[in-house]
């Protein structure tokens, strides 16, 4: 998914300054954001106060949403750098198309992985004819300095382990926790988990301690850490925590991601993950000339337009909050 906002904001953010070093219970309310003409997403990262978890710089929740009678989910083809992208879904599908040739429906617990290197374009949406209900979480993860120049590819991992505890099943997106790990390439020490509760689970997560870690509330009513957290919003927990309480109301679906504190400060705009306002400026005239992003095949419609650069120079914050 992208950032379609076509008044699209910087953000600067990583380094130390934002990190909690002890647990504990930060409710990030989401910020509703319309997509194209059908979709609106709820918006947790970046969030004010709070701009990355770990590695994770980016995070959308969107649906249950009754597509039946709707084009569902349009997201024309736009480019990315700096970044990995994670599509993950609880119903429907969506259909993944990229400059590096990929062409892939991605299903509910399957996992589609972007990774963008220093560029990559690509597309999204609703397969025609489509499941009658959308559910999903889009986000990103920031490539450290060393890897932001990979090569772009794309991974596809329908399997994924998991690891079971009584009414809990928890599916390992990326990274790893309790001892099993996503076949998906990280680049930074950092894990995403799908929770599935069943109703009147009550157990015990386990954490690492050197992590910071947030909760997406994607369905259900669940208690995390004594917090009930609704759909569509997140609990963010800190560092310093080897286990998490959670008890589930009702059946309830979540998603765990965490990650080592991310200390390289950024800037994030439209797309485009950098370190400076030049690098902005040279990824956003690269996809407007249309080079060095490639070429999506096979989409019907034209490719997204880049907003227009604020006037001010972008610049990475100061490491105190
Ligand atoms: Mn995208």
Redesign the pocket.
């Known amino acids: 998914?992208?950032?379609l906002d076509r008044h699209a904001v910087p953000s600067v953010c990583g380094g130390r300054g934002f990190v909690v070093a002890e647990p504990v219970r930060e409710l990030l309310s989401p910020r509703q954001v319309r997509l194209g003409e059908s979709t609106e997403v709820r918006r947790l990262l970046p969030n004010l106060g709070r701009r990355m978890i770990g590695a994770w710089c980016f995070v959308d929740h969107y649906g249950p949403d009754d597509i039946a009678d709707e084009p569902g989910m349009q997201?024309p083809p736009?480019p990315?750098m700096g970044l990995q992208?994670v599509s993950w879904l609880h119903e429907g599908e969506v259909l993944h198309r990229d400059s590096t040739g990929s062409l892939q429906t991605i299903r509910p617990k399957e996992l589609g992985l972007?990774t963008s290197g220093r560029a990559i374009s690509?597309s999204?949406e609703s397969p025609r004819p489509h499941a009658r209900f959308l559910h999903g979480a889009?986000l990103?993860v920031a490539l450290p300095d060393a890897h932001r120049d990979t090569d772009p590819h794309f991974e596809h991992h329908p399997d994924l382990p998991t690891v079971t505890a009584p009414g809990l099943t928890a599916t390992i997106v990326l990274g790893a926790l309790d001892g099993s790990a996503s076949p998906g390439t990280a680049y930074t020490p950092i894990v995403a988990a799908d929770l599935a509760l069943s109703h009147g689970a009550d157990v015990r997560l386990p954490l690492d301690p050197d992590f910071e870690y947030g909760v997406l509330a994607m369905s259900g009513e669940v208690h995390v850490d004594g917090v009930p957290v609704l759909p569509g919003s997140m609990l963010y927990l800190g560092c310093g925590r080897t286990e998490l309480p959670l008890r589930a109301e009702s059946d309830a679906g979540l998603m765990l991601l965490g990650g080592e504190p991310f200390e390289e400060e950024l800037i994030m705009w439209w797309?485009f993950v950098g370190r400076t306002q030049a690098e902005i400026e040279q990824a956003r005239a690269d996809w407007t000339t249309g080079s060095r992003f490639g070429e999506v095949k096979g989409y019907d419609g034209a490719p997204l337009a880049a907003p227009s650069l604020p006037p001010t120079p972008l610049k990475p914050r100061g490491r105190t909050r």
């Open positions: 998914m992208s950032n997201v736009h990315h992208t972007m690509h999204e889009q990103w797309n």
